[in-house]
């Protein structure tokens, strides 16, 4: 096998030795299957192909100084693509199979865990989605559930550094009372428009408005958005974010450190007030936020005037990864050691 240059990496993907499967038919998911096939069959009438249902999730396994393989907040992702199951009719996967596939899928690839020293990690990406053929709108009988993984390199190649974003009005990501809390792909479908017009016109993501009133902030594409003023941590609180994990552990342990957190509707404007801004999801755990251009309103809110990340996205993004390698102790209980 060649040897893989750990330091290189990218974020994308890279095959693997196996992924393993779950299939769900007549009412009931069978055995875990292993397959070194990064292919499947499917059929041409398969509901995840006509209609969308389809759910995934995204989370990682780091190898520690001490060698041993921790996967980051397992059981929380498992009762999150249970919700999406809900939210579209899919089969709920039961979160001990969440579990079990993870965990084996991990243990067979092994050897792309990077080592501690390059700070890199191993992505793991599960997803769910309807088989059976149908031609009628209408949710299927029959279900696959996949997890497969892929190492990637450190976020931040070139250190811990904020980039800009753009609001948008023209476009909104999800409806008001539609899928937005759900992880689908159809919500990345209808993000992709906005984002490419953002990264053309130099911004590395779009933060998008509550699609009613165009008010108040909801999230970023695909990741939470929070700010900081004095001691508090501010976060967007609406039916249409996704509820990020990673914003969630950040919550925790802004509490932790005696920071006040708000998760509440927060208005445009409140922008002009904070002291930092940060993009926060499991691929970046934070990406600082260099400054928000409300395009459309002519309007530029700056978080950065050095162009160095603040001193609280710095410390909640070392204490966070910290307990990822298993620096500190993991004293929330969110991480599971693979055995
Ligand atoms: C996955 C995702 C996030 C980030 O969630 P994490 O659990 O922190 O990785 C944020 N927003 C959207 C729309 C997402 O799909």
Known sequence: MKEIDWSSLAFGYMPTDYNVRINYRNGEWGK????????????????????????FEGLKAFRGKDGKIRIFRLEENAKRMQSSCEGILMAKLPIDRFKEAVLEA?????????????????????????????????????????????????????????????????FDRVAPLGTGRYKIGGNYAASLMAGEEAHKRGYSAVLYLDAKEKKYLDECGPANFFGIRGNSYITPKSESILPS??????????????????????????????????????????????????????KS???????????????????????????????????????
């Open 32 to 55: 875990l299957e292993v397959s070194s096939s990064a292919y499947i069959n499917l059929h041409i009438a398969a509901t995840a192909l006509h209609y969308g249902q389809e759910a």
């Open 106 to 170: 991990v243990r067979l690839n092994e050897r792309f865990v990077p080592p501690y020293e390059s700070g890199a990690s191993l992505y793991i990406r599960p997803l769910l989605f309807g088989t059976e053929a149908q031609v009628g709108v209408k949710p299927a009988s029959e279900y696959m559930f996949i997890v497969f993984v892929s190492p990637v390199g450190p976020y931040f190649k070139t250190g811990f550094k904020p980039s800009p974003y753009a609001i948008l009005r023209h």
């Open 245 to 298: 994990i990673t914003n969630n552990s950040l919550m925790t342990l802004a509490e932790d450190l005696g920071m006040t957190v708000e998760c509440r509707p927060v208005p445009v404007e409140e922008l002009a007030t904070f002291d930092e801004a940060g993009a926060c999801g499991t691929a970046a755990v934070i990406s600082p936020v260099l400054k928000v251009d409300d395009l459309d309103e002519n």
């Open 301 to 339: 809110y700056v978080f950065s005037k050095d162009g160095e990340a603040g001193p609280v996205c710095t410390k909640l993004y070392n204490k966070l990864r910290a307990i990822q390698y298993g620096d500190e102790p993991d004293t929330h209980g969110w991480v599971t050691i693979v055995e």
